[in-house]
């Protein structure tokens, strides 16, 4: 099981070698090519609005808080809105890339990711492109 809050569950479908810190960078990569491996899809990821498995080498992390945490805690509420993620939850990777096809639009990113330092690369918007044509 593998800790995810609710923004990150967008930040791994379009993540591309991109963050924070070399750390950072290599903790998620790590991550995401667990999720993207065969048999990935059946991973479960257990919601939580603290710091999470991706968060956990980032420069900016305080404890289970963050030291943007205005910017992060809206962006977590944004997006658990828009997948139905609560606290707590348990979903599969499959689960979840099911949810962000059935729930985000192409192009609802520039809403739902406002402020995000990553957003203007549109390497997520991409993704996410990609998600829905795979489900066309
Ligand atoms: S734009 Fe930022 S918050 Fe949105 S999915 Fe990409 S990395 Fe995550």
Not at 31 to 38: E, G, K, N, Q, S
Request: aromatic share 6%.
């Amino acid at each position: 099981m593998i800790r995810f809050r609710p923004h990150h569950f967008l930040c791994a479908l379009g993540f591309q070698g991109k963050g924070y810190s070399d750390r950072f960078t290599a903790n998620m990569a790590e991550i995401v090519d667990r999720l993207r491996a065969p048999g990935g899809g059946d991973l479960v990821l257990h919601v939580t609005h603290q710091a999470d498995a991706i968060c956990a080498p980032c420069p900016h992390k305080r404890g289970a808080g963050c030291a943007k945490d205005a910017k992060i805690t809206a962006l977590d509420r944004r997006h658990a809105r828009a997948l139905g993620l609560a606290d707590g939850d348990c979903l599969t990777w499959d689960d979840a890339q099911e949810r962000i096809r059935a729930h985000v639009a192409p192009g609802q990113l520039q809403t739902l990711c406002a402020g995000c330092a990553w957003l203007e690369l549109g390497l997520c918007e991409s993704a996410l492109a990609h998600l829905h044509r795979l489900s066309a």
